[in-house]
């Protein structure tokens, strides 16, 4: 609270004679502009309480001379429960066709909770209070309607159109060296498409030129797989080997691996005599 407000005397407005300024962008009620909703029920699937109910129909429209019929939709019916509606604004910022505006009407409440769904009627009553929008600030870029509508026409210029005028940096002239290299590309030579070559290919011999030798024929003999050694000359003659004579094997020698060679004839274990001499064989004489 300011100063100003503390020295002034405090004065009730004595409502309903007075109306209250309310600021422009209050919430008081939804307004419905029946013409510009096509029905698309965005407004609906994006409201948190689900509070707002539309039907609708499709419509076929006659096809001018050439065309083919349109489809259309056409509201049957649009309410809105302001018993559930938490006044959000969600339903205004989606409509992509400005069918929802805010109106600052406030007066409207009922005895019976049921009188408090609108439909489309009573939401069209609730358009003309709707505010008009601020202007744009000066230097504010101009609305996207307003670019579109000054955008140039696409397509082919009519005969009478006058050409757009070049921009500043269009209509100055070239630097000399742009223009002498310019004319140097338009005087190049076509390029002769036949000198073209893939990459890795020789020249092509010009039709002056004599042709060379045919290479000799490669002897299918003299290749050899890997690690082979080279054929012998089919000069010289090749002398045959005597086989060599083989040696018999012992075949007592031929032992299963880890065994250890065979010994000697295996002698008797002797047994310590405990009276101190030799002990006579168990065996007589």
Not at 65 to 91: H, W
Not at 227 to 240: F, S
Request: hydrophobic share 30%.
């Amino acid at each position: 609270m300011t100063l100003r407000h503390m020295l002034t005397r405090s004065v009730t407005q004595q409502y309903p004679e007075v109306r209250p300024d309310l600021p422009p962008r209050s919430r008081g009620v939804i307004a419905l502009v029946e013409e510009n909703c096509t029905s698309c029920m965005l407004c609906a699937r994006e409201c948190p309480d689900w509070c707002i109910y539309i039907d609708s129909h499709k419509e076929t429209l006659p096809a001018p001379e050439g065309g083919r019929p349109r489809q259309r939709n056409v509201l049957d019916r649009f309410a809105i429960d302001f018993s559930l509606c938490m006044y959000c604004g969600i339903c205004i910022e989606v409509c992509p066709f400005d069918a929802l505006f805010w109106a600052p009407e406030f007066e409207y409440a009922e005895g019976d909770i049921r009188n408090l769904l609108h439909e489309k009627e009573r939401l069209a009553e609730w358009v003309p209070s709707v505010p008009v929008p601020p202007r744009h600030e000066p230097n504010a870029e101009p609305p996207k309607e307003v670019a579109a509508a000054r955008r140039p026409a696409r397509g082919p210029a009519a005969p009478g159109a006058a050409k757009p005028e070049p921009s500043e940096p269009t209509k100055a002239r070239p630097a000399p060296e742009a223009t002498a290299a310019s004319e140097e590309t338009k005087a190049r030579p076509a390029r002769d498409v036949r000198a073209i070559r893939p990459p890795g290919r020789l020249p092509d011999r010009a039709s002056g030129d004599e042709e060379p030798p045919p290479a000799p024929p490669r002897d299918v003999r003299s290749i050899r797989p890997p690690g082979r050694l080279p054929d012998q000359p089919a000069d010289e003659p090749v002398a045959p080997e005597s086989p060599k004579p083989r040696v018999p094997r012992d075949v007592r020698s031929i032992r299963p691996p880890g065994r250890l060679p065979d010994q000697g004839p295996a002698k008797p274990p002797e047994r310590p005599n405990p009276e101190g001499g030799e002990r006579p064989d168990e065996e007589g004489p």
